[in-house]
């Protein structure tokens, strides 16, 4: 063997040995785990912030957090992760009503204030429960206590209800005494400063007192009842201390009224019992049912009010007089006995500064404040709970978690913003998945190839194009040069921009409360936040949310319209923004009424943006953006709009169409159906999405005929709920022509109730259900068909068509509870559907639709074999290859947004609830691309070893020929 | 007599006044004695003006019937008619409860013209509930060759000023639920099958297999043969 051969041997041997190895390393990797999919965990909104002063154990310092969804959760302070997290049972039974934590211990009080539930702090592991009587109440209240003034850790937990206190022992559960009480609305539980248990009650026009003992409970006196203009449910009360040899007080605030009541817990004849209104003290505009936060703090008689993100810092002297210390937009806390935190909002920048508080007035201990940046998206800040801390030095530069109108959750440590989570993403309650923009250069590309204009123009044009295209690459690759000496990264990728396959996208999502969140599609992150102002979802109407354009259309940029509602006079309100950047694009439009009905107008003006309409109560029909005056949207508002509606409340559906009445469009009654009566209520109303590809107009049978399927896409699915004579539940679906309101279908299940969840799409309907009978979730399938006549028309015309269709329906048991369903979508709607399935479990997984094919046969013919029939089961398999997020489970799914990517193969899938989890899913196997399977190395290294193959031999033929020509 | 035969005497005169009792409630529920209240009306911006056609009690419904009315149109109406169906304006029906409010009450359209071309014939369709109570009104145009014409009194014709009109009473169907019990009985005769099939054969052994044995037998002859042959020679 020549040198040269061998050498090309061993170049060859060892590369082989490299790609070896590299295969090896690869194959380690859990399989796609993560690749196109993410999915993060939440708490909800917090609705308290426990601390423990005295947590030992642990490296780790931990916050104990309680929400509004029902989930109790550990928060490490040092990174802002869950540690550990509790989703608790779902409705009334998980509403957390107090919450304490112990040395070892975190206790929440559950169920209407029955039960005692309580978690190691740690580990989250449950430790003991106790269920204790009491009628239905929400309002129980439990604290943690130190049975002695020499032990500072508290070692039991009393907690009270409607009638009853009780004291548990801590780690063990063991009842140590019980009391039993005057029934009260509200229950009220303070310790005060000399160790006495105060246990107060709210009753309508009514503040009891009464004093215990924390070791016995023994009445320490009669008890005192004081008559006050109170109402339980809006009311919350603190006790305050004016001076350690008085007796305190107890300062309640009634919202509803915005009124401050002061009541000795004396049991003498209280002189001094005060009411004030809110705006005598210091002129804070209260809106009655805004969050007002009573704070007391370890200053003798000092305490605060806060509410619309102003704080007022109030002192009770000791005969009982309330004074105001100092107003600020923002929050106090107090540090110390004599030391109070300030926390004062001002152009986007949080100051902190601590005071000193001489019994007149707050002196600044620092001159300069600490800052961190408070973004508007935050809203008001809404409490501030300061973490304890061995330092003595803890006043002068203090760490405290802090919770914002807009539902961030963040501490401040170390003079800095340490974290900030988002908790606003376990609210959202509207979706939708928004195509990114295309890259500047592939806009110019596109212009490059505009055929307008002659020949010398195009040419010119082309021309100037490339110059532009080169000049945006060299921008391109300058910026990330300049980005990788920055952060290291060479390819990082800053701006949004449509990938090849459009697989990338942003999540479009806001919240009831008005808050709206983009998302990158990639790995969750928040791309932007805006809090809106006064946005509130209307009454006994869900948010709507509308693309009028999307970023396809460079330069102009993407728009979206938010429909809600004024919170403060419930009248309609339009929020326009672009939905790539957040950025808000017009004024916010306020409307004189509440809105009834809303939608897209399918009409493109010249530069691609599609107008809403928007229907208010009084039938008035307005066009938004109003400045959009094209004659075919008149002509289409006129001749092709028909609105239906149906009302929650009354259960009437009515259908709309619109005429020019006064030169205003008006809404005229066409139809109406009263589709409940006493004792039934609508539960879903589902209509078809707007843009509902269909896969094919009918189904080849074995006998090579067609059945012809009926799709109407102005069908709409209406679920009601209702009992019988005898008490037994039943379910109604009704299908009901949205222009006509002709009625399509109707059926009755005996026996079944919801929660019913509807997918409605091409010419079929899927619903769950609860059937008591049998105790058991189902789902059932209604397909509908025309025949096996060829329609005449290429369109369908609700107007024109009178034909009822033939039904087939058919019903299967389901293993699992249904939080969420959906269907995947595709680009072009050829894909083969499958079911998107959230469980109560936790997994989301995937049905496939030919398995609820209500033509399955029991007995499967030849004919129906060929077909591809599968033989009838009634219970749906739920296969755990199936589940799409595998280990990554996800809870209290409330809705699923799928759509489709630039692949007709591949469809997105967002699930949203208490967390959020995004991936994507090939119903049909990816048949468009090769998968990520494919062996690129194998392919790599066949092509190599022929390249080099063919230069040895084509050396060696040399080699043979020249040997040859010399013989 | 016996406590046994007491308590089952109990058990049965219970059992049998709960049956009255539920069934007098239905049917009093069902004899319900409510109208319903059909009314026409022409397009009048923005407000209908409705005007009654004939009343229907709500126990004569019975699903799957259809039930006629006649109202003599007057000179006014039937003009009105007209004009709409010139001006391509639609027609209204609607049917309002007995009791109910102002505001509650079910209403269909159609194309004036449809009920000029059926020769005033309506063809309305009252959609009830599981206790026949009417929660939706449909009106549509009735086909030459529909059947129900031949319950009409008279010959239909646009010249007489009389409108006739056609009710058919549908109900909901019965929603589907799993065939558990079909799909026990599939198994059952797939089992039966199996064993069927697993006990049917009651061939011997030689019976069953001989196309395997004989064979093998033959293999081994032959070779003996050619083997014993091969020493003698």
Known sequence: ?967 | MEPLAYLKTFLFHAVISQIFFAASKVGAQRQEERTLTIQHCFENEPKLRCKKVTDLQLTSLRINQTQIFSYLLTNAEKEQIQSAADKGELYFVRARLEGEQEDVYMQSFCKATDVVKSLFVLGITLHVDLFVRPYAVEIGPVAQGDPRLELLLEEPSDKPLLLMGLISVHGSQTGPSPDLEGYRKKLAKERAEKMAAETGDNRSFLAKYWMYIVPVVLFMLFSGQMGGGGAAA
């Not at chain 1, 590809?693 to 067609?706: I, K, M, P």
């Not at chain 1, 010419?763 to 049998?774: L, P």
Request: hydrophobic share 40%; with cysteine; glycine share 8%.
């Open chain 1, 1 to 967: 063997m020549s040198p040269f051969l061998r050498y090309l041997y061993g170049l060859l041997c060892t590369v082989l040995f490299l790609l070896s190895i590299s295969q090896v390393i690869e194959a380690i990797h859990e399989d796609q785990v993560g690749l196109n999919d993410w999915s993060l965990q939440f708490i909800g909104r917090p609705l308290e912030v426990l601390v423990s002063a005295t947590q030992t154990g642990s490296s780790k310092s931990l916050a104990f957090i309680y929400s509004e969804q029902n989930v109790l959760a550990a928060i490490d302070t040092k990174h802002g992760e869950i540690v550990w997290r509790h989703v608790l049972e779902n409705g009334e039974n998980g509403t957390i009503n107090s919450g304490v934590v112990l040395e070892d211990e975190v206790c929440v009080l559950l169920n209407r204030g029955r039960l005692l539930r309580c978690f190691d702090t740690l580990t989250g592991s449950f430790k003991w429960e106790k269920l204790f009587g009491g009628q239905d109440t929400h309002l129980g209240k439990c604290i943690a206590v130190s049975d002695s003034k020499e032990r500072k850790a508290p070692n039991r937990i009393i907690c009270a209800n409607d009638d009853r206190i009780i004291s548990f022992a801590s780690r063990s559960g063991n009842v140590q005494w019980e009391s039993k009480c005057a029934k009260a609305q509200k229950r009220l539980l303070f310790q005060s400063l000399s160790g006495e248990l105060i246990v107060g009650g709210l009753v309508e026009n009514k503040i009891s007192v009464k004093r215990l003992s924390v070791s016995t409970g023994e009445a320490k006196n009669a008890g005192v009842d004081r008559s006050a203009i109170v109402h339980p449910s809006t009311t919350d009360c603190r006790l305050v201390q004016p001076a350690s040899q008085v007796p305190p007080y107890l300062i309640c605030f009634d919202s509803s009224t915005s009124r401050l009541f002061s009541h000795s817990t004396s049991e003498v004849a209280d002189k001094a019992q005060k009411d004030l209104r809110l705006e005598d003290l210091g002129g804070i505009a209260h809106t009655t049912g805004d969050g007002v936060f009573l704070n007391s703090f370890p200053t003798d008689g000092l305490f605060s009010v806060s509410t619309n993100g102003e704080s007022l810092l109030l002192h009770l002297s000791a005969d009982g007089q309330i004074k105001l210390i100092k107003k600020v937009t923002g929050f106090y806390a107090g540090c110390s006995e004599t030391d109070v935190v300030i926390v004062e909002l001002a152009d986007q920048i949080a100051s902190v500064r601590v005071a000193k508080y001489d019994g007149n007035s707050l002196t600044p201990q620092a001159e300069e404040a600490l800052t961190f940046p408070f973004s508007t998206s935050h809203g008001s800040l809404e409490s501030v709970t300061l973490l304890p801390s061995k330092d003595v030095a803890n006043c002068i530069r203090p760490a405290f978690l802090f919770l914002t109108e807009g539902d961030v959750l963040g501490l401040f440590s170390q003079g800095k913003l340490a974290w900030k989570r988002e908790e606003g993403l376990a609210r959202l309650s509207v979706t939708a998945i928004v195509d990114l923009p295309i890259s500047d250069i592939e806009a110019l590309v596109e212009e490059e190839f505009e055929e307008k204009g002659s020949f010398p123009v195009r040419f010119t044009k082309r021309l100037v194009s490339q110059g532009l295209q080169l000049k945006k690459i060299l921008e391109l690759a300058g910026k990330r040069v300049m980005s990788g000496l920055r952060i290291g990264k060479y390819f990082h990728k800053e701006q949004l921009e449509r990938d090849y396959f459009n697989t990338q996208k942003i999540i479009v999502s806001a919240t009831e409360s008005g808050k709206i969140f983009g998302l990158d599609s990639r790995n969750g992150d928040v791309v932007y936040s805006s809090l809106l102002k006064n946005f509130a979802k209307p009454k006994d109407r869900s948010i709507q949310f509308y693309i009028q354009r999307t970023g396809a259309h460079a330069p102009f940029p993407s728009q979206s319209v938010l429909v809600g509602a004024d919170k403060r006079t419930g009248n309609g309100l339009l929020y326009f923004f672009d939905c790539i950047t957040g950025e808000q694009l017009d004024q916010p439009v306020t409307l004189n009424r509440p809105i009834l009905q809303s939608g897209l107008i399918p009409v493109m003006s010249s530069n691609h943006l599609e107008a809403i309409f928007v229907l208010d109560s009084d039938l008035n029909l307005s066009i938004y953006p109003e400045n959009l005056d094209m004659p075919e949207i008149t002509a289409f508002v006129k001749d092709s709009l028909h609105i239906f509606d149906v009302c929650s409340k009354t259960g009437v559906a009515r259908g709309y169409r619109v005429k020019l009445v006064n030169k205003a469009w008006k809404a005229v009654e066409v139809w109406s159906a009263t589709l409940t009566t006493a004792g039934e209520a609508v539960l879903t109303v589902s209509p078809k999405r707007p843009h509902d590809f269909v896969h094919s107009q009918g189904r080849v049978l074995a006998d090579r005929r067609v059945l012809y399927k009926y799709i109407n896409p102005n069908l709409v699915a209406v679920t009601v709920q209702g009992t019988d004579e005898g008490k037994k539940p039943y379910l109604k679906i009704v299908g009901l022509d949205g222009i006509t309101g002709r009625v399509v279908f109707s059926q009755v299940h005996r026996r079944a109730r919801g929660p019913c969840h509807v997918v409605h799409s091409e010419h079929w309907v899927m619903y769950t259900y609860w059937n008591e009978k049998v105790r058991s979730n189902e789902i059932g399938v209604i397909e509908m068909y025309r025949g096996f006549e060829k329609p005449n028309q290429t369109y369908f015309s609700s107007l024109e068509s009178f034909e009822k269709p033939e039904l087939s329906s058919v019903a299967f048991k389901l293993p699992g509870f249904i939080s969420a369903i959906s269907d995947t979508v595709t680009v072009e709607g050829i894909t083969h559907k499958n079911l998107i399935v959230a469980l109560a479990s936790g997994s989301v997984t995937q049905i496939p639709k030919v398995l609820l094919d209500p033509r399955r046969p029991m007995f499967p013919t030849q004919a129906e074999r060929e077909e591809g029939l599968i033989p009838y089961a009634p219970e749906l398999p739920l296969v755990t290859e199936n589940i799409i997020n595998y280990y990554k489970k996800v809870y209290r799914i409330r809705g699923i947004k799928t759509a489709g990517a630039g692949l007709e193969s591949i469809s997105l899938v967002f699930t949203y609830g208490i967390d959020l989890f995004f991936t994507r899913v090939t119903p049909s196997a990816l048949f468009d691309v090769l998968s990520d399977s494919f062996d690129y190395w194998i392919l790599t290294v066949v092509m190599l070893v022929m390249t080099i193959a063919s230069v040895i031999v084509r050396h060696m033929a040399n080699t043979k020929a020249l040997e040859q020509a010399w013989k």
